[in-house]
C-alpha cells in the first residue's frame, strides 16, 4: 500500500530553497571569516579559535533549548515556522556585524566585537532558525519519501549556494573596494539575500495538524506526549544510542566542510593560487549535486538507506586517500577527479540525513511514547555550529601554532606541513570514522520491529 502524499513538488522546492539561507551564512562564515579576520581586521588565528570554541560552550545549551521550545510552541503559524522566520532576522544583523569590525578599533575591542556577534548569531539566532527549518521535515510530511526527497532538494540547493559563495566572494569582495570596505558590503548584500529566501520559504509550507502527526495505534494521550521538561528532553535524547550516532555523523560531517573550506590557505599558498578554492568547490559540489538527485531513487531501490549510506562512506574514505596521493605528486587534476568522487559516495548521506533523525524521532516515540521532533533536530544546529567551529577553530591553532604570517608571500616549512596534514588528511580520517558510525546506525530496521511487535 503507498503511503499517503501531502506535498506538491512547488512544497519541496520551496522548503528546500531554505538552505540557500542557512549557506548564505555558514558558507561565508565557514570559508572566509578566518582569513578575514587574520589578513584584513589583523587578529591572531590562535587567540579567533579559542574564541570560537568558548562561543561553542553556550550553543551547547542552546540547541537543546530551543528544540523543546518548538516542540512546546502552539501558534497560527504551528510549532516551527515562526521560529525559522524571526530566527533569521536576528541571523542577517549578526552575520553583516561580524563583517563590519572597525579597522581603528582597539585590539582588545575587536577580539570582543567578534565574540558577541558571532556568538549572538550562532548560539541565539542561528539556532532557532535551523532547528525550525529542519524540524519541519517531520512536521509537513510523514511521508519517509517526501522526506528523502525534501532533503536531497534541500541539500541541491544548500550546495549549490555554498559553490557559488565559494566560487564569487575572492573577486566579489574585489569589485566591492576590498579590504574591510568590501567585506562589509558582500556581507549585507549576502545578508539580505539570505533573509528574502528564507521568508520565502517559510510561506511555502504548511504544518500537519497535530492530530494528524500523531495518529496511529501507539498515539497516547496528547497532553501527556506535550508534557516534559527540558531535562527529560535530555535524558530522552541521551537515551536514543541512535540519536548519539546520528549527532557525533553531523558534528563530523561540518568539521570535514569546514576543514575543506578553509582549504582557501591550501590554495594560496601550497597551490599558488587562491581562486582555485572555487575551482575545488565545483569538483566536489557538482557531483554532490549530481548524487543527490538520485539519491531518493537510490534509497527506494536499496529498500532503506543504511547500505547506500554505508558504501557511500567507504567509497568516499578511499577517494579522499587518493586525493592525498594526488597532493603530494601535485597532480592537480588527479586531486580534482577524485575529491569529486568522494563528493559522490557522501551524497546519499546528505540526501537523506533529515529522514534518518525523524526516523531517529519515531525510535523515541515508539520507545518512550515522547514527540520529541523539534528537540530531535537540535543535533542539526549542533552539528553545524559544534563541528563547523571546531573545524574552523582548529584551522586557526594549527596556523597559530605552525608559524603563520599574514599576508606572507611564502609561509615557513612548518606552515606547509600543516596544510598538507589540515587539508588532505584529515578529511580522510573524518570520513574514515563516518563509515564506522554509519555501520552502527542500522535505526530503521529497529523501528521496523517495534512497530510489528504492536
Known sequence: MDEKRYLKWYNKVGYGSGDV????????????????????????????????????????????????????????????????????????????????????????????????????????????????????????????SERVQMGSIRFMFAFGTSLLIQTITVGFVKSMGGGAEGWRTVAIIYAVIGLVVNSLSVLSVKELPAEELDETNARKDMEKIEKYSLGDAVRLLASNKFYIIICGVYILTQVYTATLNMGIYFMAYILGDESLLGVFSMAINIPLIAGLVFTPVLVKKMKGMYKINLAGYILATVARGLVIVGGYMGNLPMMLIFSGVAAIGMSPLQGDLNALIASCSEYTFLTKHKRIDGTMFSCTSLGVKIGGGIGTALAGWMLAASGYIPNAVTQVDSCINMLYFMYLWIPMIINLVIAFLLSRLKVEQANARLESAE
Open 21 to 144: 539561507a542557512g549557506n548564505v551564512v555558514y558558507a561565508l562564515l565557514s570559508s572566509f571569516v578566518m582569513i578575514y579576520l587574520t589578513d584584513t581586521v589583523g587578529l591572531n588565528s590562535g587567540v579567533v579559535g579559542t574564541l570560537m570554541m568558548l562561543s561553542k560552550l553556550f550553543d551547547g545549551v542552546t540547541d537543546i533549548f530551543f528544540g523543546s521550545m518548538i516542540d512546546k510552541t502552539k501558534s497560527r503559524m504551528g510549532k516551527a515556522r515562526p521560529w525559522m522566520f524571526w530566527g533569521f532576522f536576528g541571523c542577517a544583523i549578526t552575520l553583516a556585524a561580524i563583517f563590519m569590525i572597525p579597522v581603528n578599533l582597539g585590539e582588545g575591542a575587536k577580539y570582543a566585537w567578534f565574540f558577541l556577534a558571532y556568538t549572538l548569531l550562532n548560539a541565539v539566532f542561528y539556532t532557532a532558525n535551523n532547528i525550525a527549518y529542519s524540524a519541519l521535515t517531520s512536521l509537513i510530511t510523514k511521508n519517509g
